[in-house]
């Protein structure tokens, strides 16, 4: 306890020699220093005054470095977000300046195309994440280091975290990041709000469970009615690329009125009266501010097919059908031949006519999705049989016609990089609308009629198939022996194009195909030329799926002839009436010239489907001019055949 004064008295000593000794050294260095102007001494003497900041800098230094070489080199997300915050937690915040931050939020998160394909892969096997953007959480820290410098983000900080939410359909965090857009003074533009709507369009298109589906539609028409009230508020103006995704997010909705007002506005298109041009767009239009008349936006084939969506959710056939007819047919304006074409009293004279519209009524051409979609929402309505077999039989004739014009050119020499590439090809896909019709609604006419068809359309497809693979041989044998007859060089190649590799006429936009930053109207491409590979690879694709298709038709339609007579016998056996055509009236008929009528026979079948595994029966197969019996196996097995040794003992009775 007495040595403690002593020790304490002698540590001070040393430490204070220490000091002394560590000012002398300090000073000498520090006279041997050369300021920079721009450097004062109390700060160089501060600096040099800590031997052991050195070390500290130079770690600062080095890991700052290795920020700016994760971002310049173009490194992982990880690898920068790991940088990032081993810098922020040396340096801080503030020192870093704004650029490097802005740098870091692009580069802390994966493009959006990786994002929305890992998003897909997720929903297809049922993971259902919590967040919809897993990098969110990188976001707000980053821009609440940019507020922490004293500054703002700009807007295109801003629109791009809207663009990494479109991606995933994230509308609800693209509505937050709205707000505070709106609320630190931004004026949004073309692009925001384009993103806004891209975000809502793609969740729509995502699966969404049927009891939240009400609330996430109500939720998003509040969120869209807010961003059209302040794109008038701010006179954002309404771009083409942003009018379409409008027309989806109100397709989802099925916001009838806002729908119907969006077209007379955007195309000139009138739904009431499709033949002639909006009102809008009428003597008294609207004119810009260099004098010019206000144009409606062009109207596309994947705005034709948003429209007949729209009807056919809507359930308005009548509208879908005459929406068809008109909007896919170039209309002339009638309205300007009607004064001399109709007055008698003009005396041979011109007189020149103002015309009733300064535009022509808009039209698209259709194409394989058109006819799917017309098919489709048709089906689902009972007593539209005629309408399914007009459309059905328009789309074969339709295909013929096609291939008809493919071959007409190829056999007039046409070079194939300038035949165009077909915009129409029947598959499966409408056939099995017509299926689906006639089995819901029991249609057993219509299911006849459809396997009617199946024969010539199969024969049709094979012959196209053997036509252009015999081109395709010309066009490789011309390739070996080095004569490029009716090829190019791209085709000599063997590039075997694709729909993503070839240049093509956007008919069919996807969501993200739309460049929400252009203000002018979406450019077409040119169309695409004619690949004889690719067109080899879709025949053979349609003819395998059709040969399908037709054994399925060829027994749905047996099994559903056998309960209809099923259903009728029993009428019969009850002594009810039965409706005869030929009589035109319902009277009723004995057991046995039912079983004459409908001609009962025991049936055999071959075709092997799931419900032959599943119940390890034997089902019917249709033939044309049989009927089936009523009579059904209530055995899991067919009966066993009868052995030798059965047969032995029912010809030898005293065998047995």
Same mark, same amino acid.
């Given at each position: ?117 890992? $998003?897909?892969?997720?929903? $297809? ?5 919590? /967040? ?76 969404? @469970? ?32 942003? /009018?379409?995704? @409008? ?70 056939? @009548? ?109 499966? +896909?409408?056939?099995? @609308? ?39 041989? $010309? ?149 044309? +001019? ?27 009775? $005293?065998?047995?």
């Amino acid at each position: 306890m007495q040595q403690r004064p002593f020790q304490r008295s002698l540590v001070a000593q040393v430490a204070k020699s220490i000091k002394k000794r560590s000012n002398l050294v300090n000073s000498r260095s520090a006279s041997s220093l050369s300021l920079s102007p721009h450097v004062s001494e109390n700060s160089a003497s501060n600096v040099a005054s800590t031997s052991s900041s050195a070390p500290i800098l130079n770690a600062q230094r080095s890991r700052l470095n290795d920020l700016k070489d994760a971002v310049r080199n173009k490194a992982s997300p990880s690898a920068v977000w790991g940088t990032y915050t081993n810098v922020l937690s040396t340096l801080g915040a503030d020192g870093l300046p704004l650029e490097l931050h802005q740098e870091v939020l692009r580069k802390c998160t994966p493009a959006d195309s990786e994002l929305r394909a890992a $998003a897909v892969k997720r929903l $297809a096997a049922g993971n259902i994440p919590s /967040f919809p953007h897993i990098h969110e959480a990188r976001f707000q820290t980053v821009m609440r280091n940019i507020r922490s410098l004293g500054s703002q983000p700009n807007l295109e900080d801003y629109n791009f975290i809207l663009q990494q939410f479109a991606a995933v359909g994230h509308y609800e965090g693209s509505y937050q990041v709205y707000k505070e857009i709106i609320r630190v003074g931004h004026i949004p533009s073309n692009k925001t709000f384009g993103l806004c709507f891209q975000s809502i369009a793609y969740r729509l298109s995502l699966p969404i @469970s049927k009891s939240k589906r009400p609330g996430v539609i109500k939720q998003i028409d509040a969120m869209y009615a807010l961003y059209m009230d302040d794109m008038k508020k701010h006179a954002v103006p309404m771009t083409a690329v942003n /009018f379409e995704l @409008s027309l989806r997010v109100l397709k989802h909705t099925l916001n009838r009125e806002g729908f119907e007002k969006l077209m007379r506005w955007g195309y000139g298109i009138d739904l009431s009266n499709p033949d002639r041009v909006a009102l809008e767009y009428g003597p008294g239009a609207a004119k810009r501010k260099d004098g010019n008349l206000v144009k409606p936006f062009p109207f596309t084939t994947s705005a034709l097919n948003t429209t007949l969506d729209m009807l056919g959710r809507l359930g308005d056939i @009548s509208k879908l059908v005459q929406a068809f007819e008109v909007l896919t047919q170039p209309l002339s304006n009638a309205g300007q031949h009607f004064f001399n074409s109709f007055d008698e009293d003009d005396f041979g004279i011109d007189v020149a006519v103002s015309p009733t519209t300064r535009f022509a009524p808009p039209y698209a051409q259709p194409n394989t999705t058109t006819y799917a979609i017309l098919l489709r929402h048709i089906g689902q309505t009972p007593y539209q049989s005629v309408f399914t077999r007009h459309y059905l039989l328009q789309a074969i004739h339709l295909d013929r016609f096609t291939d008809m014009t493919l071959r007409r050119k190829y056999w007039a020499k046409t070079p194939l990089e300038e035949i165009s590439s077909p915009h129409f090809s029947l598959n499966r +896909g409408l056939l099995l @609308s017509v299926l689906g019709q006639s089995n819901k609604h029991k249609d057993l006419g219509l299911m006849n009629w459809l396997s009617s068809k199946m024969a010539y359309v199969l024969r049709k497809k094979k012959a196209d198939l053997e036509f252009y693979k015999q081109v395709k041989e $010309a066009r490789d044998k011309a390739n070996r022996e080095g004569f490029p007859a009716q090829s190019t060089s791209r085709q000599l190649l063997g590039v075997r194009g694709t729909l993503d590799q070839a240049k093509e006429r956007k008919e069919d936009l996807d969501i993200f195909d739309l460049d929400v930053s252009s203000v002018q109207p979406p450019e077409l491409s040119e169309p695409k030329s004619f690949n004889v590979d690719l067109h080899v690879q879709i025949l053979e694709r349609n003819v395998l799926e059709i040969e399908q298709f037709a054994k399925r038709l060829e027994y749905v339609l047996g099994r559903t002839t056998q309960r209809v007579k099923e259903r009728l016998g029993r009428r019969v056996w009850a002594g009810k009436d039965v409706f005869f055509m030929d009589q035109g009236k319902r009277v009723k008929t004995t057991r046995e010239r039912w079983k004459e009528i409908v001609n009962f026979k025991d049936r055999t079948d071959t075709f092997n489907d799931k419900e032959k595994k599943r119940y390890g029966t034997p089902l019917n197969k249709v033939q044309r +001019g049989r009927s089936f019996s009523t009579m059904a196996w209530s055995m899991t097995s067919p009966p066993a055949l009868p052995t030798p040794l059965d047969l032995l003992r029912q010809s030898h009775p $005293a065998l047995s």
